[in-house]
């Protein structure tokens, strides 16, 4: 594919960056679960899990830095429909070559347990590089409600080419549509576990963003157009106030 005569590259995989903290969860009670459908141990580049700073808890939760964890990092998946999830571990995982999924926590304690507080804040959730379409994404910054459940964000990626006039990039926007399910609620799923799971979907369109500039040229033609008019105008104005001055003047005569 081309844009006018400037060739550009669409890769067959996309990293997904990715900054998120818990607040109320230690980082030994959590674990990133992946599902691809292709590639998958090359899905997960880097992601590391940390203590989250002061300022990343500013604003949005009391607790203190020593009670959460905060997960930085990058995946590399394919462009195809699929979802990764933050949760809480669980004793055992099943072996299955194309995912790694936890098992339930709620089965772990017997259907039972005290509720745990996984209220979290999205940092930053990108597809691809940083660009201007991309600079305001709908996760960057969100805050859950206060749940023991699990958050559910359902995204619709859509390819975008920027043309800027010199290098066109591909970057990608996407749409979010969130829901929450009680822990209460999830008792009926074996599979489920309290957290957050990330739903990812392609757009089959690729959108076209244009830059163009005006050149130095143009913009003197403008100038001199609206200069130009400005005269005309004037001129106008002018002849009229004249022709009526003189018509009062020979009446008062």
């Known amino acids: 594919s081309a844009v006018g005569s400037r060739p550009f590259h669409v890769p067959d995989r996309l990293p997904i960056e990715l900054s998120a903290t818990f607040a109320h969860i230690k980082c030994d ?31 949005w939760s ?22 990764f999830s933050v949760g809480l571990t669980a004793a ?8 790694i999924m936890v098992q339930s926590f709620l089965r772990q304690l017997g259907g039972g347990g005290p509720a745990r507080n996984m209220t979290h804040k999205v940092h930053v ?16 910054g969100l805050v859950s409600p206060d749940m023991d459940g699990q958050a559910r964000y359902a995204l619709k990626v859509i390819p975008t080419l920027v043309d800027d006039g010199w290098f066109p990039t591909v970057s990608n926007q996407y749409s979010l549509a969130e829901s929450y399910v009680s822990a209460q609620a999830l008792r009926s799923d074996s599979t489920a576990v309290p957290g957050v799971v990330f739903f990812y979907d392609f757009f089959p369109v690729m959108v076209q963003v244009k830059k163009e500039r005006t050149t130095l040229l143009e913009f003197l033609v403008s100038l001199c157009a609206v200069v130009g008019g400005c005269v005309a105008l004037a001129s106008l104005l002018d002849g009229a106030v004249f022709s009526t001055s003189r018509v009062l003047a020979g009446e008062a005569g």
Not at 42 to 47: G, P, S, Y
Not at 92 to 99: C, D, K, L, M, Y
């Open 29 to 59: 009670d959590l674990e990133l679960s992946v599902e691809a459908a292709r590639g998958l141990r090359e899905a997960v580049d880097r992601v590391d899990f940390r203590a989250p700073l002061p300022r990343e808890l500013a604003g």
């Open 62 to 83: 009391e607790a203190s830095v020593s009670e959460g964890c905060t997960l930085d990092g990058q995946l590399r998946v394919g462009k195809v429909s699929a979802h």
């Open 92 to 99: 055992a995982a099943p072996a299955r070559p194309n995912v």
């Open 125 to 140: 959730f990108r597809f691809g590089s940083r660009s201007s379409v991309t600079r305001n994404a709908p996760l960057d």
